[in-house]
């Protein structure tokens, strides 16, 4: 529903870490959703390899913008990460999200972060969540 849509836009705005680390929502629907940030240079680690953390919290914030979109407050239960390659410093990452099942009390979804770097895009992480639905709305103003 587009009013619950709205609703969790508004709450990502103010995501003080979200918009730390720079990220943007590009598309949400009922179902998917796309992400970017910038890799900087304050995200290397000491290898001077972007740190698994950033590339972490950017498919975390898909995750919490994608588990919310019901007006339904939802918390992880449980998040897993697989990296498949380390991006090049200063190239854009990528999130995509697609829910795979939702029920009134849980959520699973799962998400690819991609680096793109000269019109290509390589496979960087794989995260798969679960979401638990509190029941409590997000604004108990909307049903």
Known sequence: MQEHLEIVKKQFESDKYAKFLGIVL????DNTIQMHM????????????????????LADAAFS???????????????????????????ILIVEGETLSATRRTV????NVYMEK???????????????RTGKPIDPNIE
């Open 65 to 91: 913008v994608l588990g919310n979109n019901t007006n339904n407050l939802s918390v992880a239960l449980d998040c897993s990460i697989t990296y498949h390659a380390s991006p090049d410093s200063g190239t």
């Open 118 to 132: 000269e019109g290509m895009r390589t496979l960087v992480a794989t995260m798969k969540g679960v979401g638990y």
């Open 38 to 57: 910038q890799l900087r240079e304050n995200m290397l680690n000491w290898f001077n390899r972007p740190h698994g953390g950033v590339i972490y919290a």
């Open 108 to 111: 699973a979804i799962l998400f």
């Open 26 to 29: 590009d598309e949400l629907t």
